[in-house]
């Protein structure tokens, strides 16, 4: 088993759908989270960051981090054909021995104009 | 405020041969990690390194793969006697400093074809 799972998609949707992502992850050591998304021969750009539980607002897009179902989603608002790209979530522990992140394998958008 | 720099971004070599990547971090980061990528696949950790130090390697091959990182000039991911299924992007990060908050920024990634 993965440590941290999602959902490869192809997700489309309309311009101007909320879109949701997930991920879900077994390892009750991460604590930090994050959302990380990558257009096509990129490299990954972080969108956000969040620690521990909680939800966290940017702009259109929402972080939300449930620990106690080790499950974390990214809302994407009022989407835009320029948010068309793979969004992939990536984890941290405070373990001092694992720095690295731990992603998930990424989840392709596509937004319809 | 140049961000972080992977050259080249494409490369292209025969089996048996030995590719270089090079990655210079971001202005006053010390830390550098190195990451993979299949096709379709997510970005799996390879090593990671501070100036002069490998502190986490866990995730590189045994043999044939080797990275370091000077104190002087950009880190470098080797990897010697390329096959065919060492064709991947190779990604680059850096960070500040080695706290578990630390944010990690990435370049634009080599692309390795191997023939």
């Known amino acids: 088993q993965k440590e941290v799972e999602q959902d490869p998609g192809p997700l489309s949707v309309p311009e101007g759908a909320i879109v949701s992502l997930n991920c879900t992850y077994s390892n009750s050591a991460f604590q930090y989270f994050m959302w990380y998304r990558q257009y096509s021969r990129k490299g990954p750009e972080l969108l956000m960051y969040?620690?521990?539980?909680g939800n966290k607002e940017d702009g259109r897009f929402t972080a939300q981090v449930d620990k106690s179902s080790k499950y974390i989603s990214l809302f994407i608002r009022d989407s835009q054909p320029s948010d068309s790209a793979t969004y992939l979530c990536?984890?941290?522990?405070?373990?001092?021995?694992?720095?690295?992140?731990?992603f998930g394998s990424g989840t392709r958008l596509q937004v319809q104009p | 405020n140049a961000g972080v720099m992977q050259n080249p971004r494409h490369l292209v070599r025969r089996r048996g041969q030995e590719a270089r990547l090079r990655c210079s971090p971001m202005k006053g980061h010390s830390h550098v990690y190195w990451y993979r990528q299949l096709p379709e696949e997510g970005l799996k950790f390879m090593v990671y390194l501070q100036k002069e130090n490998i502190i986490d390697e866990s995730g590189m091959p045994k043999e044939r793969f080797s990275a370091e990182f000077p104190k002087e000039g950009p880190s470098i991911l080797r990897i010697q006697q390329v096959v065919r299924g060492d064709s991947a992007a190779y990604f680059c990060?850096?960070?500040?400093?080695?706290?578990?908050?630390?944010?990690?920024?990435f370049g634009s990634g080599t692309q390795l074809s191997v023939l």
């Open positions: 969040t620690y521990s539980s």
């Open positions: 990060a850096s960070a500040r400093q080695s706290t578990s908050n630390e944010k990690l920024f």
């Open positions: 990536a984890m941290r522990s405070m373990d001092t021995g694992r720095r690295a992140l731990t």
